[in-house]
């Protein structure tokens, strides 16, 4: 099983910017489909990015197209989520989540497919 951890959220003011990380210990994410979600409080968890494990393809929910990017760098066994013009309602708590797979262009965007989950960080956009 793979251990994630979230760094990287924090306060930030409307049109700002943040990088979250995901760090993956355990064993490699090599075949492990990554996701960030996130769940503001009396929301339900949504996906907002979700990754292949080659890197190759990509998911954004909506509301966040064109503003944040999801990658990874296999090296360091880290997923990363760059946010920027962040939005007073992209604030919520962000957690990384693992699914392991087969296809290297398979991406997971439901929760409920997710065996791996980090603690969150705490992402607060300020208007």
């Known amino acids: 099983q793979v251990q994630l951890v979230e760094s990287g959220g924090g306060l930030v003011q409307a049109g700002g910017s943040l990088r979250l990380s995901c760090a993956a210990s355990?064993?490699?994410?090599?075949?492990?489909?990554m996701g960030w979600f996130r769940q503001a409080p009396g929301k339900e968890r949504e996906c907002v990015a979700a990754?292949?494990?080659?890197?190759?393809?990509?998911y954004y929910t909506d509301s966040v197209k064109g503003r944040f990017t999801i990658s990874l760098n296999a090296a360091k066994n880290t997923v990363y989520l760059q946010m920027n013009s962040l939005k007073p309602e992209d604030a919520a708590v962000y957690y990384c989540?693992?699914?392991?797979?087969?296809?290297?262009?398979?991406?997971?965007?439901?929760?409920?497919?997710?065996?791996?989950w980090g603690q969150g960080t705490q992402v607060t956009v300020s208007s």
């Open positions: 990754i292949s494990w080659s890197g190759t393809i990509t």
């Open positions: 355990g064993r490699s994410f090599r075949m492990y489909a």
């Open positions: 989540a693992a699914h392991p797979v087969l296809g290297a262009y398979t991406v997971v965007v439901t929760a409920d497919e997710y065996d791996a």
